[in-house]
Every structure is written in structure tokens, then in C-alpha cells.
């Protein structure tokens, strides 16, 4: 009866042994496969991107407003309504100058950059986990030469654009690109 026992208790052991080493390595495994789903998925979406910017037909919508001049404040939400618009034949400006202004100093929301423009640059580099965009426009009324430099996450979500000219301090932007 002994011998009985202590044969069914052992056998019960590698049983249990037999099935969770099993199960530890279904864990690991599809761990693994996870981990390659999701990678997979940021390479398609770091690809579509890419292809995005290459082709000239994106948009950047700010969520976010960060200034640095004189009248800097820290964040304040924006209603999704300002942004960049970039098409083939055109680059279409639409963002608030919270603050960005030496010669104005008073900070007001109802200072916007607001042009199109039919002649632009821009220039994309990959970098680690994400992209650079720096893009050129003259707001033809104004005469004033702006340099916009994106920072673009695999994701495309949170993106940060600043614009800077000669004239004023820069302005940051945090936002989605679509």
C-alpha cells in the first residue's frame, strides 16, 4: 500500500512538473510571437509614415502649445483646429503664435501664422525610432522665411513641431500627424 502511495504521489509530481513546464514554455512562446506582432506592426507604421512624408500628402494637427519668448507660459491645450497641411502642390499653415512675438510680448491666442503657400522644402531623415521632417516656407505677404522641424515617433502620435524664423523666439507644437 505503501509502495502504491508513494508510486502515485511521484507520478502525480511529473504530472504536474510535465504540464507546467509546458505551460511555462507556451508563456515564452507566445511572449515571443507578441513581441514580434507588435514590432512588425511599428515597422508597417514607421513605413506608412515614410511614405506619408515622401509623398508630400500629410497633415500635422496640434493638440499642444509650448512657447519660449518673453511671454512664455508653459502648456496650454489647443482645440485641434490649428495645424500644417501639406499636399503636393501646397503648404497650408494654420498655427497660433502664443507668445512667440519680441515685439509683442502681451500673449494672445489670437495671433495666428496663417498662409498658403505653393512653393515649399522639405527634407526627411530617419533616426532612431522615428523621423526628422524639417520643411521651409515664405509667407509671401509677410516676406518672412519660416523653418518648421518635425520630430515624428514610429507611432506618428505626439509628434513635435517647432517653428522658428529670424525674427522671433521659437514656438513648439506637440500633436498627431494623420
Not at 131 to 150: N, Q
Request: glycine share 6%; with cysteine.
Amino acid at each position: 500500500m505503501r509502495t502504491k502511495m508513494r508510486w502515485l504521489i511521484c507520478c502525480s509530481c511529473c504530472f504536474c512538473w510535465l504540464v507546467f513546464s509546458g505551460y511555462a514554455q507556451d508563456r515564452k512562446t507566445l511572449r515571443q510571437q507578441r513581441k514580434a506582432l507588435k514590432t512588425e506592426q511599428e515597422m508597417q507604421k514607421k513605413k506608412r509614415l515614410v511614405d506619408m512624408i515622401e509623398n508630400r500628402q500629410f497633415s500635422f494637427i496640434a493638440n499642444e502649445i509650448t512657447s519660449t519668448g518673453t511671454a512664455a507660459i508653459s502648456k496650454i491645450r489647443l482645440n485641434g483646429l490649428y495645424g500644417i497641411y501639406i499636399r503636393p502642390e501646397s503648404f497650408k499653415c494654420y498655427l497660433p503664435i502664443y507668445g512667440a512675438s519680441s515685439f509683442n510680448p502681451r500673449p494672445s491666442l489670437l495671433n495666428t501664422l496663417d498662409f498658403l503657400e505653393r512653393e515649399y522644402t522639405i527634407e526627411s531623415t530617419d533616426r532612431k525610432g522615428g523621423i526628422r521632417v524639417e520643411m521651409s516656407a515664405t509667407d509671401s505677404r509677410t516676406i518672412t522665411k519660416y523653418l518648421f522641424v518635425l520630430l515624428v515617433p514610429a507611432s506618428g502620435r505626439n509628434a513635435v513641431l517647432t517653428v522658428s524664423t529670424n525674427f522671433d523666439s521659437p514656438v513648439s507644437f506637440t500633436g498627431d500627424i494623420r
